[in-house]
């Protein structure tokens, strides 16, 4: 009996041995964060995973680097999830620990980072400085441009000029004038376009600011309409045709000098191409008093004979032809005047029969000769014409009737 009672509890110990080298010990075999990176103030979810349920009086907790703190499941997973305020890499450390806060085997650690608080980015705002809607080929352009942005992070400027050229980019500094320089190397219509952008997360632009212009050889004219607008601006047509309305074509724009002419009509009106006018100037005497003079010394009653219509704020007279012009407000001005011979003589082109450029200038009767302004150097009683048969000028009497072109500018 004492050998089976011996031999029974030997077999007891070696089953007890076996059955405790068979349970399995808990651990975490797994920890995460999400995110991995986010702004201060984001709530970050710290998980652990455990290789088996948690044995009594156990618990997972996890340090972020201000004293334990208790993660909270069911059986092998657990979380835990805080706002992180502290910006920068951070390290988070998750163990098993008991009652008495003894850690019961191996720590694992992670890492995570924070980054500064996403602030609101507002976009900037770009002007430009009354940018010319005219352009002459290989000739510079330039447009100049003003930006500003509420976060004081404006980055730079960016300009597509429309053609076949790659969109050109400067840094910019917040309310400060930036220029743009650029070269067009063919005529026609084009609209660039620019916008602003800063330097935020994620960097914003500005709305567009666009320019729809024209480019035109050295020497050539645009229409212009009787709005006062340019060929393919505003309410004018690109190749609007001659008339009264105000979308119809009425005056011609030297691009070269920047002097507006006027295009005669054909209508029969105050600027019909067929009236002639005299060029009396207020130092002139009137006719009435040339007659009384002449009378005087002569004794010879010529005032009867004499066209009394023709005299310095008569109708028929180039003074009052101005003042009705500017009273009409032609082209959208008020400020017309008889050119001067130098600037009729820059609308000559020789080698054209007439000699001035029909395109744009369709007016030119049988009477090639026109006034100006300019007075003769010796005589009074004379005043400059120019002639656009022949490209040619010379003094003449102002009482002769000839051709008004009026200019501004």
């Known amino acids: 009996m004492k050998i089976t009672l011996l031999t029974f509890g030997?077999?007891?110990a070696i089953i007890s041995n076996v059955q405790a080298a068979t349970v399995t010990k808990t651990t975490i075999t797994k920890t995460s964060v999400t995110p991995t990176s986010a702004p201060a103030g984001t709530m970050f979810k710290f998980t652990a995973e455990l290789n088996a349920p948690l044995t009594t009086g156990n618990k997972v907790k996890i340090d972020l680097g201000k004293g334990l703190a208790s993660m909270?499941?069911?059986k092998t997973s657990y979380s835990l999830s805080r706002a992180i305020y502290t910006t920068g890499s951070q390290t988070y450390k998750v163990g098993i620990y008991n009652a008495k806060n003894v850690l019961q085997g191996i720590v694992k650690n992670g890492t995570y980072s924070v980054t500064s608080a996403t602030q609101l980015n507002h976009a900037p705002r770009l002007t430009s400085a009354n940018p010319n809607s005219v352009a002459t080929i290989n000739e510079n352009y330039t447009v100049t441009f003003n930006a500003h942005d509420t976060d004081g992070n404006l980055n730079s400027i960016t300009v597509d000029w429309g053609d076949s050229s790659a969109p050109e980019m400067l840094t910019a500094t917040d309310r400060q004038d930036l220029v743009f320089n650029h070269i067009y190397a063919t005529a026609g219509a084009f609209l660039w376009s620019a916008t602003a952008t800063d330097s935020g997360t994620p960097a914003l632009s500005s709305e567009k600011v666009t320019q729809a212009i024209t480019?035109?050889?050295?020497?050539?004219?645009?229409?212009?309409?009787?709005?006062?607008?340019?060929?393919?601006?505003?309410?004018?047509?690109?190749?609007?045709?001659?008339?009264?309305k105000p979308t119809d074509w009425a005056c011609t724009k030297d691009n070269d000098t920047g002097l507006i002419w006027e295009v005669k009509t054909t209508d029969g009106g105050l600027r019909d191409m067929n009236k002639d006018y005299a060029n009396y100037t207020a130092d002139y005497p009137t006719c009435t008093e040339f007659c009384h003079i002449v009378s005087t010394c002569t004794g010879l009653n010529i005032c009867e004979t004499v066209n009394m219509s023709k005299s310095f704020g008569d109708s028929a007279n180039a003074d009052s032809f101005v003042l009705n012009v500017n009273s009409q407000g032609l082209c959208g001005a008020s400020d017309w005047r008889l050119p001067t011979q130098d600037e009729l003589l820059g609308i000559v082109k020789l080698g054209n029969n007439p000699t001035i450029d029909t395109t744009y200038f369709p007016d030119i009767t049988e009477n090639y000769w026109f006034w100006s302004s300019s007075p003769s150097a010796s005589y009074n009683s004379y005043a400059r014409l120019v002639s656009f048969d022949n490209g040619d000028s010379r003094y003449y009497s102002k009482d002769s009737s000839n051709s008004v072109r009026l200019v501004r500018g």
């Open 215 to 244: 480019v035109v050889a050295a020497g050539n004219y645009t229409k212009v309409c009787n709005s006062g607008a340019l060929a393919g601006e505003e309410d004018c047509p690109v190749n609007p045709v001659l008339g009264n």
């Open 10 to 12: 030997l077999l007891f």
């Open 72 to 74: 909270t499941g069911t």
